[in-house]
């Protein structure tokens, strides 16, 4: 118990401290991408729910079945994390190019992240998806091997949503 | 199920691209996406649904169908031509919110057409689940009044923003991550 509510703390922290920075430097809409960001991870969520297991959690952490917003925060900071460091380092590249850098940065710091947190057992897959999987592993991880395709997969549909919300607002 | 509604897809197909094509010079990209995006979702929920009695030649992994992928593409095309054509001035988001409004009205029908035809099932886990729930007309589980504006949703801001992001015009910068300051 007292290791998943230091990684809901940290969640929320990162969160919070990546909002923070952007504040800081002078970021445009911050808070509406967060907003964008969060709701579009949560709609994804909402689509597989049934799919994953979150458990362990603190009861305030759920939000419908065991769809938490701390893992939706989580993977909001890893989105934001990732642009952040894509729109940095290649600012001048095209958008239909940096959508693919996006995608292997997201796998890289996915990964790791999600071998963690099947270790500590708050992250399960439900038997109706565990019985899809091969049984084969990442190298040096405990996440199926699936994850390889299957990250990139629904990671671009929630880039191509965020995306374009922000750009309805931009143009509203 | 005989072969008559695979055939009966593929040639709505080619007569809605071959209409849309009159107004929309740039239909087949966005087909294509389109057929990419759904492709994507359904790949990832598969072991959410279960596309039963289509032709072997229909499937093309497990129980995918690409069949069933093009009903929700033609369903897609549809509904973002009539949004692009009675409201050809209004905003951006007036014509989402009007496409989302037209795909969730229709996909409800397509997923009652599938269900009555016996090509969508559900695994007994998904049953379960929707068992307490409602069902319109008897058939379709109220939940997918969220399912589907849910996954709509996801796909068009994929077809949209692709197709932004291969315009030529100046419309793909207007595409922010974190950066824009």
Known sequence: MGGILIFEIFAIAFTV????????????????????????????????????AN?????????????????????????????????????????????????????????????GLIISGVRGYAPILADTLSGYMIPLTVVPIEAVYAVPLFTSLIICFYKYINYLFDRR | MQWEFEVGVILLTL??????????????????LAVLAVL???????????????????????????????????LILVSMAIGEHMLPKAKEWKKFIFTMVLI?????????????????????????????????GNVVPIVELLYIPTFMALIIGFVKYWELALGSGSKNKKLVGGKEK
């Open chain 2, 40 to 74: 994507l979702f359904e790949y990832f929920t598969h072991p959410l649904w279960i596309n039963a009695n289509l032709q072997p030649w229909a499937y093309i992994y497990l129980d995918v169908s690409w069949i069933i992928t093009l009903c929700w593409v033609d």
């Open chain 2, 15 to 32: 007569l809605i691209l071959a209409v849309l094509r009159k107004s929309n010079d740039k239909i087949y990209r966005r087909f294509g």
């Open chain 1, 55 to 115: 458990t362990g959690f603190q009861k305030w952490a759920y939000i419908w079945q065991d769809i938490t917003w701390i893992i939706t925060l989580g993977w909001v900071g890893i989105f934001m994390l990732t642009f952040l460091i894509v729109d940095y380092a290649f600012r001048t590249t095209p958008e239909k190019k940096k959508f693919w850098i996006y995608l292997l940065v997201l796998e890289a710091i996915v990964v790791p992240i999600e071998s």
């Open chain 1, 17 to 52: 401290l990546l909002w923070v920075f952007m504040k800081s430097k002078g970021y445009k809409n911050v808070t509406r991408k967060f907003l964008i960001l969060f709701f579009s991870v949560l709609l994804f969520e909402f689509m597989s729910e049934p799919m994953w």
């Open chain 2, 104 to 136: 969730t009205i229709s996909g409800l029908y397509l997923e009652w057409l599938f269900l009555r035809l016996g090509i969508r099932e559900y695994p007994e886990v998904i049953q379960e689940y929707l068992a307490a729930s409602f069902r319109i």
